[in-house]
């Protein structure tokens, strides 16, 4: 079976999400898998893909995933603010 030839102008298929009773004997959780995708204004798509276990994230590195999330958040509102019509 031959692979898809990813597409630039695409963004990649999202994987399906893990199953809630996906814990294994031990009782360590395997890692979140999350994705937030974003519509540039000037075209295209940008997509922040974490596959990690946040509660066990270090402060520094912590702080810098949560202000690229943050970051993604404010530019969407922004962006969808200006793109509506006045009321």
Known sequence: MKKKKWDATEPPEPEPP???DDEPANGRRKPTKESRSITLKSGGTL?????TKFMALNTADRAFVFSLIDQLLEYESKNSQQDSPAA
């Open 47 to 51: 997509t922040l893909f974490a596959t």
């Open 18 to 20: 893990m199953p809630d």
